[in-house]
């Protein structure tokens, strides 16, 4: 009996020995606990270190001084040498965001309003705008811009800039791919530039025909379009 009994005690005590070295150590407990991450802490993790795509745009508007220039080769008939026509208009209005990769956030958009185009020459402004233009029913021209080449980006927040713009024209009803040579120059929150529409476009492009009244002899089909812009910084 007391040999039985003593085995017993034997088995008891190495039954309680092994629960206790599963269970383990508190201080191994809580080493294990701190090297898991909790679900909460690591979703916040990944998107901290997942920014949105327009996180490192630039974003613009377009700012009062901005103007549109079309200008038309023509031979008037009280002229013996061919001179341009000149018309502008100051009523530029938008908005754009460039971004890190060269293109432009969705719905980027250059709007000139062309009942504003004046020239040194009032009949001139009246014809166009009734019979070529159409106002009435097309007033507004829009650029959208798509596609930014020759920049070094991220864009340098001074100096002077040379870039080929590539976009959507819009005139007339009828949208062309358009090509603009620019020259800009940044200084902080401002960005002036010139675009120059290259090659030139048609009258033909927009479903136009160039101006004929008696007064012009001839004029050449090529719209010629330059576009000053000035705009600041949002943000």
Same mark, same amino acid.
Do not use: W
């Given at each position: 009996?007391?040999?039985?009994?003593?085995?017993?005690?034997?088995?008891?005590?190495?039954?309680?020995?092994?629960?206790?070295?599963?269970?383990?150590?508190?201080?191994?407990?809580?080493?294990?606990?701190?090297?898991?991450?909790?679900?909460?802490?690591?979703?916040?993790?990944?998107?901290?270190?997942?920014?949105?795509?327009?996180?490192?745009?630039?974003?613009?508007?377009?700012?009062?001084?901005?103007?549109?220039?079309?200008?038309?080769?023509?031979?008037?008939?009280?002229?013996?040498?061919?001179?341009?026509?000149?018309?502008?208009?100051?009523?530029?209005?938008?908005?754009?965001?460039?971004?890190?990769?060269?293109?432009?956030?969705?719905?980027?958009?250059?709007?000139?309003?062309?009942?504003?185009?004046?020239?040194?020459?009032?009949?001139?402004?009246?014809?166009?705008?009734?019979?070529?233009?159409?106002?009435?029913?097309? *007033?507004?021209?829009?650029?959208?811009?798509?596609?930014?080449?020759?920049?070094?980006? *991220?864009?340098?927040?001074?100096?002077?800039?040379?870039?080929?713009?590539?976009?959507?024209?819009?005139?007339?009803?009828?949208?062309?791919?358009?090509?603009?040579?620019?020259?800009?120059?940044?200084?902080?929150?401002?960005?002036?530039?010139?675009?120059?529409?290259?090659?030139?476009?048609?009258?033909?492009?927009?479903?136009?025909?160039?101006?004929?009244?008696?007064?012009?002899?001839?004029?050449?089909?090529?719209?010629?379009?330059?576009?000053?812009?000035?705009?600041?910084?949002?943000?």
């Amino acid at each position: 009996v007391n040999l039985y009994r003593a085995l017993t005690l034997a088995l008891v005590a190495a039954v309680l020995a092994g629960c206790g070295g599963a269970a383990g150590t508190p201080s191994d407990t809580a080493r294990v606990a701190s090297a898991t991450p909790t679900s909460s802490a690591a979703t916040a993790a990944t998107t901290s270190a997942a920014p949105t795509t327009a996180s490192g745009g630039l974003a613009f508007t377009v700012a009062s001084g901005s103007k549109a220039i079309v200008r038309v080769t023509e031979q008037l008939a009280d002229r013996q040498s061919v001179s341009d026509a000149v018309l502008t208009s100051e009523k530029v209005s938008g908005s754009f965001t460039l971004l890190p990769d060269g293109t432009f956030s969705p719905d980027p958009k250059i709007v000139v309003d062309l009942t504003a185009l004046t020239s040194d020459q009032a009949n001139r402004d009246r014809f166009i705008k009734q019979n070529t233009l159409e106002t009435s029913r097309f *007033p507004q021209a829009t650029f959208v811009p798509e596609k930014a080449t020759g920049l070094t980006l *991220p864009l340098p927040a001074k100096g002077d800039l040379s870039f080929t713009l590539t976009g959507k024209l819009t005139a007339h009803g009828v949208t062309k791919d358009a090509t603009f040579a620019v020259k800009a120059t940044r200084s902080g929150s401002s960005l002036s530039a010139t675009a120059t529409a290259t090659p030139a476009l048609t009258f033909e492009d927009f479903g136009m025909q160039a101006p004929r009244v008696f007064v012009v002899l001839s004029i050449k089909d090529e719209i010629r379009i330059e576009v000053d812009l000035v705009a600041t910084q949002r943000g």
